[in-house]
């Protein structure tokens, strides 16, 4: 491993960041990644966002980056080596000084480039999730993202998990929480009439709307909630899952389920919408259920700052973002009568629920606003690189 460049070496270096991640599509790696090359560009720091690319590229480039169409992805040895030659001619053409991978395969090929290019790029990574660890293969293809002098943790919980699952020095991680654009995500993010539009849209003209935003994986708890729901049909909602499913063999069970179940017509799958901000603030409750642990769970502090108080699986990144009690419900994963008994108690007292949105915005303006935490995890290319010139 080359030792990071240190600031009492006398040099100082011009900033010029490459991110690396296999697409471009939704989740919340790929909002970090947007919002990493507008905080850059904003500062005058030329940025590139290498991938195969995705209907973010746009977000990208409209955010001053310049995105690099490459196969960063493969798993296999030979894909490897290819992204790394290619990376190692990126870098070296565009003088690049941090190579930023925040996913495994392409830590893989960038850790690969920094080593071969011939001025030396720093490696950097971002463990933004627990990764399958079970097996010492995996942890030896999960330890890629440990290769760099420094490791970005996007939670205080995968800190501590890098600690205990990798014995990584803790002096070599350097802690991000993720953040929102609180400007964005806000309860005036959509005007009373477009609010009533939305709910017109699902149905809930005159009922409460209920919300999930996540990419719809099996991990993620949507069969948990669609169960939970499924017994409570006597009372007055409608639900909608807002994201791209992973697979068609996922959504053909999911909709099939809920047009057999006692709940169809009232759960709906929108896919992926364009004015995620404007959904959230017009719903009445929102969920992350995931039945693992979340690294961090953007979703809920993105309904936070919309007013929007949060039902949220109890371990993970959700024990870091819901205030249990004060601006949401914590539960266990994978019940769904805890589940039903929760959002049941929510619905019941709609007073409750104005009450820990409030809450909930003022938390998340407070402890998680995206200024913030971008910057936070900005500075630790200035851990490696000491004083910066700006271009």
Avoid at 64 to 78: E, I, M, N
Wanted: some cysteine; proline content about 5%.
């Amino acid at each position: 491993m080359r030792p990071a460049l240190k600031a009492n070496m006398g040099g100082r270096y011009t900033m010029r960041v490459a991110q690396i991640l296999p697409a471009l599509n939704d989740g919340g790696v790929e909002r970090s990644t947007v919002d990493m090359a507008r905080y850059l560009s904003e500062r005058g720091i030329k940025n590139w966002v290498v991938s195969g690319g995705g209907r973010l590229v746009e977000q990208i480039e409209d955010a001053g980056a310049v995105h690099v169409t490459l196969d960063v992805g493969s798993k296999s040895p030979w894909g490897i080596r290819c992204a790394s030659l290619a990376l190692a001619s990126f870098a070296e053409a565009n003088q690049i000084t941090i190579l930023h991978a925040r996913s495994r395969a392409p830590a893989w090929a960038a850790w690969h480039a920094a080593r071969r290019a011939k001025i030396h790029p720093q490696f950097i990574t971002t463990f933004h999730g627990l990764y399958g660890h079970s097996s010492a293969l995996k942890r030896w293809y999960n330890r890629i993202m440990l290769r760099g002098p420094l490791v970005i943790a996007n939670s205080k919980f995968i800190a501590e998990h890098i600690v205990s699952a990798y014995g990584h020095p803790r002096e070599r991680i350097h802690v991000a929480q993720r953040g929102v654009d609180v400007s964005r995500f806000c309860p005036q993010a959509a005007s009373a009439a477009q609010k009533q539009q939305i709910r017109n849209s699902f149905g809930a003209s005159d009922r409460p709307l209920l919300m999930m935003v996540a990419r719809i994986s099996r991990w993620k708890g949507h069969d948990v909630l669609i169960a939970a729901l499924d017994s409570l049909v006597d009372r007055p909602w409608n639900m909608v899952f807002i994201g791209g499913f992973d697979s068609a063999n996922l959504r053909d069970e999911l909709v099939n389920k809920v047009a057999n179940g006692p709940a169809h017509g009232r759960i709906h799958f929108a896919g992926s919408v364009e004015d995620v901000p404007a959904h959230l603030a017009s719903a009445d409750l929102a969920f992350s259920m995931a039945s693992q642990p979340e690294a961090f769970g953007r979703a809920v502090i993105e309904a936070g700052a919309c007013g929007v108080p949060v039902i949220a699986s109890k371990h993970g990144g959700s024990l870091e973002t819901v205030l249990d009690g004060k601006t949401g419900w914590l539960v266990p994963p994978n019940d769904p009568e805890t589940l039903a008994a929760t959002i049941a108690t929510a619905l019941d007292q709609p007073e409750l629920l104005q009450s820990f949105g409030r809450a909930g915005r003022v938390h998340v303006v407070e402890e998680f606003s995206i200024d913030a935490a971008i910057a936070q995890e900005a500075a630790a290319y200035s851990r490696l690189l000491g004083p910066a010139d700006q271009p």
